[in-house]
């Protein structure tokens, strides 16, 4: 895939290297979470191993008591913060990379 100027309604993830080179991967819109904790203050973890996923096209509710950590998930989805531990994936590329 290479960038255009022109609308084709393809979309991909920019993918910088470190050498200087450039990858794009078609965005499909696969979410997935692998034993991410993460706390908002240090010593104060709010999520502790949790893994989840939401395959392409898919609709995914969160659902729990106030508190539990909805807001939370989905604020480290949008990497509004980073995770202490674990792994977050947009279509198998490292959230931290995009
Ligand atoms: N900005 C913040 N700073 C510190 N702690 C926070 C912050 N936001 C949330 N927390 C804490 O993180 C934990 C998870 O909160 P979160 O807001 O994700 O829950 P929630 O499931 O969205 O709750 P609700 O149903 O009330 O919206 C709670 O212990 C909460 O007190
Ligand atoms: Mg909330």
Request: some cysteine; aromatic content about 12%.
């Amino acid at each position: 895939m290479v960038e255009c100027k022109e609308r084709t309604g393809m979309w991909a993830w920019k993918h910088p290297h470190e050498n200087g080179t450039t990858t794009y991967t078609k965005l499909t819109g696969d979410v997935r979470m692998y034993d991410v904790d993460f706390g908002y203050v240090k010593d104060k973890i709010v999520l502790h191993n949790i893994t989840l996923y939401a395959e392409p096209g898919q609709k995914v509710a969160f659902v729990g008591a106030t508190g539990a950590g909805k807001t939370t998930i989905t604020n480290l989805i949008n990497r509004f913060y980073d995770i202490a531990d674990g792994k977050i994936r947009y279509d198998g590329i490292n959230i931290n990379k995009i």
